[in-house]
């Protein structure tokens, strides 16, 4: 590892963030999950299957992401692990190609994603681990902004490529910028929105080499036997004391339901406009490209913010952001806002869609990169992987709830508007939890 210069290995590290972003921007969000929408036709019912895959595939990774982390903090080698759950991002992202109209299976096309985010999830929490071996506990804070920084710009250039090149839209069957997708893919088949997947796939390929030449893990590489039952103890004990550490507890149970609730948003957003707004998957595609550019801004400035006066204060503001911008979603339509009719033909719903992108990328930004500092500020260094196992099922252990009371409410009430009133309570109950959380943990 020595071999290897620092700044080459944080490199590497944030090149992670650059490579496995699109799976969030094209995928969950911006140009994957509005096409879905088109292929079901009913908003409401998309909204719904959406919220219950999403849920499936989030319950898997709350149930395993802790035993996980305890079993590489056991038996070394994380990359071993990175790998592995490389090879399910880059196949479960592949086989999204198979959505075409006409012919969809959405329960496969729903496993095919889940087995993508389940690998992306996995790779994020060993990878995140790694974080305090990059820097100081002054600097990891500036080193995690940037990261996300970089990220969102791989998902900005990602997110401009396909919008440019290949998503074409339902009626004209032209791109972005007016053309035929290119490779002679095949507009009426809609292979040029459903090349999203393939190229998810290639770009983490090609963009986690810099990864894996530059990153090392210091840990041993030979795993005892009986490791997974010691992982299973291990977690068992670490589960049963967390309420003595109740700094850590306040944290993940805190980051529970705000990053439940900014989870909820991502997956929903462009869903959600393509319904309510009535927006194509071009248009959703420039709404992400607004939240992406605020938020790699924000999560560049956030980084420095954290650097100066620690994360705590950096995720409080960014909640109150998010809280509010989940009240006002319930009351934009595309007729009425606040309750306020609007002339037929009003584009200000559009507008004001556009600026809650901006503070949602904004916010979303900047939180992420200061919840991963916070979570190395409340651990115990020599079993960061474990805690970032558990930081993990912090955000999965309601990550199904979230989309479920979505697709619930959503079903029951057959609005789209009341479908996301429960991020809101979301945010609420992360804000009050954070008030437990010492900003440098028990151990000081």
């Known amino acids: 590892m020595a071999a290897i210069s620092l700044r080459k290995r944080v490199w590497g590290w944030w090149w992670f963030d650059w490579a496995s972003q699109p799976y969030n921007t094209l995928l969950i969000t911006f140009i994957f999950a509005p096409y879905v929408k088109e292929l079901i036709g009913d908003g409401a019912q998309a909204q719904s299957a959406w919220g219950f895959g999403i849920g499936a595939a989030g319950f898997i990774i709350a149930l395993l992401a802790p035993i996980l982390g305890a079993m590489a903090d056991i038996s070394g080698n994380r990359m071993r692990w990175i790998w592995g759950f490389s090879a399910m991002y880059v196949a479960g992202a592949f086989g999204l190609w198979w959505a075409a109209p006409g012919d969809f299976n959405l329960l496969l096309v729903l496993v095919f994603f889940a087995i993508g985010m389940i690998g992306m999830e996995f790779a994020t929490i060993f990878t995140n681990s790694m974080l305090p071996d990059l820097g100081t506990r002054e600097e990891i804070g500036r080193i995690s902004g940037n990261g996300w920084a970089f990220g969102y710009l791989g998902g900005l250039v990602s997110l401009v490529i396909m919008l440019a090149l290949f998503a074409e839209g339902a009626e004209t069957g032209k791109t972005f910028i007016g053309i035929d997708p290119i490779l002679g893919l095949d507009a009426i088949q809609r292979e040029g929105t459903r090349a999203v997947g393939p190229l998810t796939a290639l770009w983490y390929a090609v963009f986690m080499i810099p990864f894996f030449l530059w990153v090392r893990d210091?840990?041993?590489?030979?795993?005892?036997?009986?490791?997974?039952?010691?992982?299973?103890?291990?977690?068992g004990q670490?589960?049963?004391?967390?309420?003595?550490?109740?700094?850590?507890?306040?944290?993940?149970?805190?980051?529970?339901?705000?990053?439940?609730?900014?989870?909820?948003?991502y997956v929903f957003g462009g869903i959600y406009a393509a319904g309510v707004l009535e927006w194509s998957v071009i248009d959703t595609g420039v709404f992400g490209i607004i939240a992406i550019i605020t938020g790699a801004l924000f999560a560049m400035l956030g980084g420095r913010a954290d650097q100066a006066f620690g994360p705590k204060p950096v995720i409080t503001i960014s909640i109150l952001v998010l809280t509010g911008v989940a009240i006002t979603?319930?009351?934009?339509?595309?007729?009425?806002?606040?309750?306020i009719a609007l002339p037929e033909g009003s584009t200000l719903p559009d507008v004001m869609f556009y600026v809650i992108g901006a503070l949602i990328g904004a916010a979303g930004g900047t939180i992420q990169a200061a919840s991963r500092t916070m979570m190395v500020r409340q651990a115990n260094p020599a079993r960061m992987t474990e805690a970032f196992g558990l930081y993990a099922l912090a955000g999965k252990a309601t990550s199904f709830i979230a989309p479920l009371s979505i697709g619930v409410v959503t079903s029951i009430s057959g609005s789209q508007q009341i479908g996301v009133t429960p991020l809101i309570a979301l945010f609420l109950l992360g804000l009050v939890l954070l008030f437990w959380v010492k900003p440098d943990g028990e151990k000081v």
Request: proline fraction near 9%; hydrophobic fraction near 45%.
């Open 218 to 235: 210091p840990k041993p590489t030979a795993p005892p036997r009986g490791a997974l039952k010691r992982a299973l103890v291990d977690v």
């Open 238 to 265: 670490t589960l049963r004391g967390l309420p003595r550490n109740r700094s850590l507890f306040a944290y993940l149970a805190s980051s529970m339901f705000y990053r439940d609730g900014l989870n909820g948003m």
């Open 329 to 339: 979603i319930v009351f934009i339509s595309r007729d009425a806002i606040f309750g």
